[in-house]
T-cell receptor, first 116, second 112 residues
Framework: EPEVTQTPSHQVTQMGQEVILRCVPI?????FYWYRQILGQKVEFLVS????????KSEIFDDQFSVERPDGSNFTLKIRSTKLEDSAMYFC??????????????FGDGTRLSIL | GNSVTQMEGPVTLSEEAFLTINCTYT??????LFWYVQYPGEGLQLLLK?????DKGSNKGFEATYRKETTSFHLEKGSVQVSDSAVYFC???????????FGAGTQVVVTP
């Protein structure tokens, strides 16, 4: 069964450095998402992406964050200047169509980001 | 705003016991409801879903019924196995872009 893959599985970065998290969504999917889970807290929505632009973003997704689909297969999340509070598990997800659940979102295994 | 509340864990059970994880929600409009499961070291997997009131989602022996009158979507399994040990997340979506809002997750530990 096709799956969403994320790399790296664990990223350790110094505070203030830029980090790029990578995701390869399922190939025929058109809608892409990033979520994060701070240790011990809820999984939180960050951003959704369709047709090469952001369709929705949360208040967490401030100017330090950006997403792009540089080559038609990868979907990346960039954090420009990392803070300690960015330490979390970041999940990428994709779905074939949008909407309220008729086509579910498929999640990757996540990237654990640790900011020192 | 929308929110999902689920029972706190960990829930520890013996094999073949009955499992219930309570989930209630607050939402404007008519949400779709989901249960996702996260096995150790893995990502979130869709377990089951229901898109309208009175729908029952089922998969792998798990069931949940969308109850609009009580705004609930409780997860049940009649006889758990050790392999069901995982974290279970209740979630909803009311958003046309498909954004999911999750509960805090409930860890389930099944002992032999």
């Amino acid at each position: 069964e096709p799956e969403v893959t994320q790399t790296p599985s664990h990223q350790v970065t110094q505070m203030g450095q830029e980090v790029i998290l990578r995701c390869v969504p399922i190939s025929n999917h058109l809608y892409f998402y990033w979520y994060r889970q701070i240790l011990g807290q809820k999984v939180e929505f960050l951003v959704s992406f369709y047709n090469n632009e952001i369709s929705e973003k949360s208040e967490i997704f401030d100017d330090q964050f950006s997403v792009e689909r540089p080559d038609g297969s990868n979907f990346t999340l960039k954090i420009r200047s990392t803070k300690l509070e960015d330490s979390a598990m970041y999940f990428c997800a994709s779905s074939e169509v949008r909407g309220q659940g008729n086509q579910p979102q498929h999640f990757g295994d996540g990237t654990r980001l640790s900011i020192l | 705003g929308n929110s999902v509340t689920q029972m706190e864990g960990p829930v520890t059970l013996s094999e073949e016991a009955f499992l219930t994880i309570n989930c209630t929600y607050t939402a404007t409009g008519y949400p779709s409801l989901f249960w996702y499961v996260q096995y150790p070291g893995e990502g979130l997997q869709l377990l089951l879903k229901a898109t309208k009131a009175d729908d029952k989602g089922s998969n792998k022996g798990f069931e949940a019924t969308y109850r609009k009158e009580t705004t609930s979507f409780h997860l049940e399994k009649g006889s758990v196995q050790v392999s069901d040990s995982a974290v279970y997340f209740c979630a909803l979506s009311t958003d046309s872009w498909g954004k999911l809002q999750f509960g805090a997750g409930t860890q389930v530990v099944v002992t032999p």
